[in-house]
C-alpha cells in the first residue's frame, strides 16, 4: 500500500517485491520514537540518537546469539497507509525497521568512504 502511494504504476512485481521485505526475517522491529513523550528538557535528536543505540545493541546482541540482523528504512515509513497500520499519531515518528534471524545467504562486499570523506578534526581547515 505504501508503494502504491508512491507510485500508483507499480508493477505486480514491484509490490510482490515490497510485500515480501516485511517477511525476509522470522522477526520484524519497527522503531518508533514519539517526540511527545520524555522529558522535554532532552532534545528530540537526542532522544532518535539514543533510540539508535538501543537498535545496536540489539543488532549486537542478535549477533552475539549467532543471529543476523539489518536495518531498513525509507520513504514507506512515512507514507500515510503504513503509519495508519502502525496506529501512529502525529507525534510518533517510524525511523527504521530492524529484521532479525538465520542469515541464509550474505550480500557482496559494499565498499565504504574512507574515513577521511567524513570527518574533520575541530579546528582543522582543511
Same mark, same amino acid.
Given at each position: 500500500?505504501?508503494?502504491?502511494?508512491?507510485?500508483?504504476?507499480? =508493477?505486480?512485481? &514491484?509490490?510482490? &517485491?515490497?510485500?515480501?521485505?516485511?517477511?525476509?526475517?522470522?522477526?520484524?522491529? #519497527?522503531?518508533?520514537v514519539d517526540e511527545?513523550?520524555?522529558?522535554?528538557?532532552?532534545?528530540?535528536?537526542?532522544? #532518535?540518537?539514543?533510540?539508535?543505540?538501543? #537498535?545496536q545493541n540489539v543488532?549486537?546482541?542478535? &549477533?552475539?546469539?549467532?543471529?543476523?540482523?539489518?536495518? $531498513? =528504512? @525509507?520513504?514507506?515509513?512515512?507514507?500515510?497507509?503504513?503509519?495508519?497500520?502502525?496506529?501512529?499519531?502525529? =507525534?510518533?515518528?517510524?525511523?527504521?525497521?530492524?529484521?532479525? @534471524? $538465520? #542469515?541464509?545467504?550474505?550480500?557482496?562486499?559494499?565498499?565504504?568512504?574512507?574515513?577521511? &570523506?567524513? $570527518?574533520?578534526?575541530?579546528?582543522? =581547515? $582543511?
Amino acid at each position: 500500500a505504501a508503494l502504491l502511494e508512491r507510485d500508483p504504476s507499480a =508493477s505486480p512485481d &514491484q509490490l510482490a &517485491q515490497a510485500r515480501d521485505k516485511a517477511l525476509r526475517a522470522p522477526l520484524l522491529m #519497527v522503531l518508533i520514537v514519539d517526540e511527545a513523550k520524555g522529558s522535554a528538557e532532552i532534545d528530540l535528536l537526542e532522544r #532518535v540518537l539514543s533510540a539508535g543505540c538501543a #537498535v545496536q545493541n540489539v543488532m549486537l546482541l542478535a &549477533q552475539a546469539m549467532g543471529y543476523g540482523s539489518g536495518l $531498513t =528504512s @525509507g520513504k514507506a515509513l512515512k507514507a500515510a497507509s503504513f503509519r495508519a497500520g502502525l496506529g501512529l499519531n502525529p =507525534s510518533e515518528h517510524a525511523i527504521c525497521c530492524l529484521s532479525v @534471524g $538465520t #542469515v541464509s545467504s550474505r550480500k557482496p562486499f559494499k565498499a565504504r568512504p574512507e574515513v577521511a &570523506q567524513f $570527518t574533520r578534526v575541530w579546528g582543522d =581547515s $582543511t
